[in-house]
């Protein structure tokens, strides 16, 4: 089974929005089966619109439409539905009802004209009830292909997506089933992965698809399994799991999307109980943003330094100006004294600290752009300090030193626990 998403709206092709609705609605049917075949974003254009009806007309099995439904004349999918479906609206009285019960009972407000138009629908359409807003989903089929037309407001999408679409597809559609199981590195470059995997990706069977999807400092390795029988691929996937994690285990920590590294770093230190807190400078407040991204990590993160100059270096971490003097703000000298003192200033386990050059330029250093110094302090007060040159441009450098600073801290953790 295949669709197709389309995202209507001008506010979207001038960047003046990013679509974050596509995202959900692909997620959401990958979950039940649904292939999705492409994602399309068009313009706010009645021609537009029903050139492209016409091009995913019986090539795709649904055609799922977001935005146009709102009170305003500029909202014209409703009309253009009933163009392409030579249709008429009409007023669904159940979707008019709730439209006046949330304006005037909820919004305190008289009803208008432009609210009660929203209970307008093609009176051909499956309406598709719209219980968080007030504009409704509306499902109609022309040859093959099924369109569904949800409005754009992301909230109101989900729970349409959630409440009426997913039920009624699973309820009318036979469907594959499309496992996935992402396997998350630190520490390794997607060619030196590849490289160390070939066999193994080279023997996975025909129904399952390797897919490698990097980004500074980690490589995401998302297995696809396809197939009638979800008992065969659940434990095809796990035993090739196994087997991956007897080649590259030492470079994995962690599966599936949320098993991002700050996730499983925070993990282990609630487990065990220990503490941590940050001193940055070129990563500008960036690892502290990551460890505190993470639901309930106020039990193991105390806080964060961003010592962005060499005055607050030495002001608020102590640092002897003779120090920086001696081997400049970029050193391994300097990133030590900053991990140490902010691991005492803010009596924590453990200490991170970061110092380097981002670019695009060296300021007063003699150190190239992309060296970055990396310390860490253990509960012992023992003290790593590594370094690295991440290159460029910019953001890779601030990137990349974010994922080795928490791979770093990863490894200390479990080597001195088990």
């Not at 980690?218 to 434990?235: F, Q, Y």
């Not at 095809?236 to 991002?260: P, Q, Y």
Request: hydrophobic residues 40%; glycine residues 6%; charged residues 25%.
């Amino acid at each position: 089974m295949k669709a197709t998403i389309v995202t209507i709206g001008d506010e979207i092709l001038i960047g003046q929005i990013v679509d974050t609705n596509s995202g959900f609605i692909a997620k959401s049917l990958d979950k039940i089966g649904v292939e999705i075949k492409e994602m399309i974003s068009i313009s706010d254009n009645k021609q537009h619109i029903l050139d492209t009806f016409k091009n995913l007309q019986d090539q795709v099995d649904l055609v799922i439409i977001t935005g146009g439904l709102g009170p305003t004349k500029d909202d014209i999918t409703k009309k253009t539905f009933c163009d392409y479906f030579e249709d008429k609206l009409v007023v669904d009285e159940e979707v008019l009802a709730h439209v006046t019960e949330l304006i005037e009972g909820y919004y305190k407000r008289p009803i208008t004209q432009i609210n009660k138009d929203q209970a307008l629908v093609p009176s051909k359409c499956t309406v598709l009830y719209n219980k968080v807003g007030t504009a409704p989903g509306m499902w109609m089929k022309k040859g093959n292909t099924v369109f569904i037309s949800l409005p754009g407001v992301p909230y109101e999408m989900q729970y349409l997506v959630e409440h009426e679409i997913i039920p009624k597809v699973v309820k009318e559609y036979e469907r594959p089933y499309i496992l996935h199981k992402t396997i998350l590195t630190y520490g390794m470059g997607e060619s030196m992965v590849a490289e160390r995997i070939e066999d193994w990706e080279n023997s996975l069977p025909d129904f399952i698809k390797l897919a490698y999807l990097p980004s500074p400092g980690r490589v995401r390795l998302r297995l696809s399994a396809r197939g009638t029988d979800k008992a065969i691929l659940e434990k095809s996937i796990a035993e090739n799991v196994i087997s991956l994690t007897k080649i590259i285990g030492e470079i994995i920590v962690g599966f599936d999307d949320d098993e991002t590294i700050e996730v499983v770093v925070g993990r282990l230190l609630k487990q065990y109980k220990k503490t941590i807190a940050t001193a940055e400078s070129c990563t500008g407040g960036k690892i502290a943003q990551v460890l505190s991204s993470v639901p309930g990590a106020s039990a193991y993160f105390k806080g964060s330094v961003v010592s962005y100059s060499a005055e607050v270096k030495t002001t608020v971490l102590e640092i002897p100006e003779s120090v920086i003097e001696k081997y400049s703000v970029v050193s391994a000298e300097v990133a030590k004294l900053m991990a140490q003192n902010v691991k005492r200033l803010l009596k924590t386990d453990y200490a991170i600290a970061t110092t380097g050059n981002a670019g695009p330029t060296t300021d007063l250093t003699d150190k190239q752009v992309g060296i970055v110094y990396i310390a860490l302090v253990l509960p012992d007060n023992e003290v790593i300090v590594e370094e690295f040159d991440f290159g460029q441009p910019r953001e890779k450098v601030i990137d990349r030193a974010v994922n080795k600073s928490l791979e770093i801290l990863q490894k200390e953790i479990l080597k001195n626990v088990l």
